[in-house]
């Protein structure tokens, strides 16, 4: 999620429930990896609907994200993310 998460920065999420709040567009979200399910991604929420979202890295010349892997359940969403701590230099 570079440019906005580095190396190094510790991100803090509101673990997700489905009923409660969901993400909106913008958000930025911890979910399972819909390539390799013993991973984590952090993604941007770039569309939401009832059943799917659409996850998008920040940086997008580099990114694998929905545009590779396709909109993303909600069962694969693990939290919403709440803050970042950027790492002293």
Known sequence: MLPTIKEGDIVIYRPFKRGKPTPLKGSIVVAKDPLDSKSLIIKRVQKED????????????????????????????????????????
């Open 50 to 89: 009832d059943l799917w979202i659409e996850l998008i890295g920040d940086n997008k010349e580099n990114s694998i994200d929905s545009r590779q892997f396709g909109l993303v359940h909600y069962t694969y969403l693990c939290g919403i993310v709440e803050e970042i701590i950027s790492k002293k230099a």
